[in-house]
């Protein structure tokens, strides 16, 4: 995985001077809501409390005169939190504040990936007010990630995990092309791999953990990021970023 990491951003500032009116290159940052269906201590509900960031860099090309095939190379935050909610009971919960107050156990679990993603992204063309446009897209894909690091701490104590290494995340999403070298975009990706192992190292398994569904223990996110096109296909011919050429300019 290393490997291919270098290799690929060699690779990245070379293609589109190369290619330059195929190949298109930029970047995109964004923040990121994520959680790990299973950690829910308190209704056991996937409620995105984790906040992250992410930021990448792009390459794609043409593969038709609406669709493109992208490349990325990024660094993208997942993991889940719990806060801490007041009861009124000691049997609610065993944690005290130091008021006297009961409250419920609370988690922070942030995990920092490098991906290399895989995508599609292809051009919508409809009539808005009759007037055509295609600045709208769908997108497709999948990221092999590789954890880099990581932070777990359950009610103000750190802890250690035994996590799986290896994230394998298929992706759709939307975008939509505010200039030709201007976008936004959401995302939703789901893993297809539990990144929380079931058998935790150095007796430290994740607290509150409940294996009733399939995708317990896996990353879900959504991410909504800004992106750049810097230079390439779409800045020379004037074709929009996420693929097609612009109608209503």
């Not at 920092?112 to 051009?123: P, Q, R």
Request: proline share 4%.
């Amino acid at each position: 995985m290393k490997r291919l990491l270098l290799l690929l951003l060699f690779i990245f500032p070379a293609v589109p001077y190369l290619y330059a009116q195929t190949f298109e290159a930029g970047f995109y940052a964004g923040a990121t809501v994520s959680d790990i269906p299973g950690t829910d201590n308190i209704d056991n509900d996937v409620d995105f409390e984790k906040l992250g960031f992410t930021v990448a860099g792009t390459v794609s090309t043409k593969i038709s005169p609406k669709t493109r095939l992208q490349m990325e190379i990024r660094f993208f935050q997942r993991g889940a939190q719990q806060s801490p909610t007041i009861v009124n009971d000691s049997a609610s919960s065993a944690v005290v504040n130091p008021s006297g107050q009961y409250y419920t156990p609370y988690f922070t679990l942030r995990l920092n990936y490098v991906d290399v993603v895989v995508g599609i992204k292809h051009a919508i063309h409809f009539n808005i007010r009759n007037k055509a446009t295609d600045r709208y897209g769908i997108e497709a894909g999948v990221s092999l990630g590789t954890l880099v690091g990581y932070y777990y701490e359950v009610n103000s104590i750190n802890y250690n995990l035994d996590l799986n290494l290896i994230d394998i995340s298929p992706y759709i999403g939307l975008y939509y092309n505010v200039t030709p070298h201007f976008y936004i975009e959401g995302r939703y990706s789901n893993s297809i791999n539990s990144v929380l192992k079931h058998d935790g190292t150095d007796g430290s398994d994740f607290y509150y953990l409940y294996y009733n569904s399939w995708n317990n223990g896996h990353n879900v996110a959504f991410d909504f990021v800004l992106g750049f096109n810097l230079f390439g296909g779409s800045g020379q011919s004037g074709d929009n970023p996420g693929g097609g050429t612009q109608s209503d300019n």
